[in-house]
């Protein structure tokens, strides 16, 4: 980029600032922190739904790494990541019981070929 240490530093500051730059992240292997399974699991409500229930009871789910609020038949989309099938069987029923939530529809992850925006290069 041509700049100095200190511009390179205040430049940052300033995306920071202006709320560019959200937070910064380490990036650790799941499968080496023993959590072997990745699954996507779509949530459908119920007709009568409180939305905000839903969301503090997966909120409060260490296994739901990342949730979405989508369009379409599912309400929401949860990217879960457990040690094994059952640790994930246990969470789909526990995903089940919460209030609101009809019914879900998983899928396993086979194998991830990259994660993040730029391929999961560091």
């Not at 007709?47 to 503090?56: F, Q, Y």
């Not at 089940?96 to 086979?110: E, S």
């Amino acid at each position: 980029m041509g700049l100095s240490s200190p511009a390179v530093h205040e430049r940052v500051g300033k995306l920071e600032a202006a709320g560019v730059i959200t937070g910064y992240r380490a990036i650790v292997d799941p499968a080496a922190v023993g959590l072997g399974v990745t699954a996507l699991v779509g949530v459908i409500e119920s007709d009568s739904v409180d939305e905000t229930g839903i969301e503090e009871a997966l909120a409060a789910m260490p296994e739901v790494e990342d949730c979405w609020r989508v369009a379409g038949s599912e309400g929401y989309v949860l990217k879960v990541r457990v040690t094994d099938i059952a640790a994930l069987e246990t969470t789909i029923s526990a995903l089940n019981r919460i209030r609101g939530v009809a019914r879900t529809r998983t899928t396993v992850v086979l194998s991830t070929k990259w994660e993040g925006r730029h391929g999961g290069e560091g």
